[in-house]
């Protein structure tokens, strides 16, 4: 029987040996921790919250005060531990509830990953950024809650998954959209909601990333004793030493905040207003003096100077004082009726009676008590 070329090369192929099958990809273990500290933090707050309900309430400002939440005058009175207390508080039960979820979805997840020890030292880091973001930028309000470190665990998670985007592969790259754009809608959420404290999420947010990219494990691939490939996590002295500088580097920070806010304009004011409502006329004028050159375009300078100046019967000193203070807020009915009064005891009665019809021209004047000071004026 003849054989063509076609049935050699098929006869030939056929005796060929199979090429072995590719082994399928194995899949490495990375080290894992389990999330003790998580649980704890959320234990802590939620018991800290019970005991603030048992004695007066959450949402008391007395109460949250006893408590250690961030107040700036206090803070630079020499309570800088409320820096750290505030994070263990929260105003209402939705605050708890919120942020107690959202430690627990972020928390367990992170803690696996860095381990107790890390994870407590982020967490506290975090939280004192967001603390001090809000004690430095937001000088007015009275400050509570864990979402400074929150935030500051969601810029941690980022940057992890950052760092292992090839040995986690296309999940990461779907954890970092979402990581984005959760932190994106907060932050904007934030800002456009009155009574949120937005700065000490920033603040939060920006210390996680930064202390996370730190303390973020570094893995390794190694074989074990039978040549089976492993992940081994990777730690390094430098890694402590560069936790320790960024501890060093918000410790000088808050100090320099300190002084800063010790001698802003918010605190001359905030003084002057306390010596005012003491009857401390003249040393509320030093304060508010000292406030009007730290920011000249604060009306509430002017208001409460003019206050104490008019206490003193220094009339024509509170006027120029409330005349500013409509300068730069021309709405503000309290200083129209007290500028009337001013021109009053200095004899300028036509300048009251203009006064007094920008004042009844207000949605919030009281027309009676403007209709006894235009008798008043009228019979002069």
């Known amino acids: 029987m ?64 006893a408590f250690g939440a961030k107040v700036n005058e206090l803070i630079n009175q020499g309570e800088v531990w409320r820096l750290f207390t505030a994070m263990f508080l929260h105003i209402g039960i939705i605050h708890l509830a919120v942020n107690q ?45 864990a979402s400074g470190a929150i935030f500051g665990l969601v810029g941690a998670l980022g940057v992890f998954f950052l760092l292992h985007r090839k040995l986690f592969g296309s ?17 904007v959420l934030g800002a456009s909601i009155a009574g949120i404290d937005n700065m000490a999420h920033v603040g939060g947010l920006l210390g996680g990333i930064a202390v996370g990219a730190t303390l973020s494990p570094r893995y390794e691939l190694t074989r074990d004793l039978s040549g089976v490939p492993q992940i081994r996590r990777r730690d390094t002295l430098l890694t402590w030493f560069l936790v320790l500088g960024f501890g060093g580097a918000l410790a000088l920070t808050t100090a320099y905040a300190m002084q800063a806010n010790q001698d802003s304009a918010q605190t001359h004011l905030t003084q002057g207003e306390k010596l005012y409502e003491a009857h401390q006329f003249g040393a509320a004028i030093v304060e508010l003096q000292t406030a009007m050159a730290r920011d000249p375009q604060r009306p509430e300078v002017y208001f409460y100077l003019g206050l104490a100046y008019f206490d003193q019967e220094h009339y ?56 006894d000071l235009l008798q008043q004026i009228q019979n002069r």
């Open 171 to 187: 999940t990461a790259n779907r954890i970092l959209v979402n990581i984005a754009a959760i932190a994106a809608f907060n932050l």
């Open 101 to 145: 979820y959202s430690l627990y979805n972020v928390g367990t997840v992170l803690e696996r990953f860095f381990g107790s020890i890390r994870f407590s030292i982020l967490y506290v880091l975090a939280g004192l950024c967001g603390s001090l973001a809000s004690y430095w930028f937001s000088p007015n309000s009275i400050s509570a809650g």
């Open 316 to 371: 024509g000193d509170a006027a120029r004082a409330f005349e500013n203070t409509l300068t730069l807020k021309p709405d503000w009915a309290a200083a129209h009726y007290n500028l009337a009064l001013s021109y009053a005891n200095v004899g300028r009665y036509a300048d009251a009676r203009a006064a007094l019809q920008q004042y009844v021209s207000l949605p919030d004047a009281n027309r009676a008590k403007a209709a």
């Open 2 to 65: 003849t054989l063509n070329q076609d049935d050699y090369m098929n006869d030939n192929s056929a005796s060929q040996p199979a090429p072995p099958a590719a082994p399928p990809p194995a899949r490495l273990a990375i080290p894992s921790h389990r999330a003790i500290v998580t649980w704890l933090i959320i234990s802590a707050n939620v018991i800290v919250w019970l005991l603030m309900e048992m004695n007066g309430g959450s949402d008391n400002t007395d109460t949250l005060i």
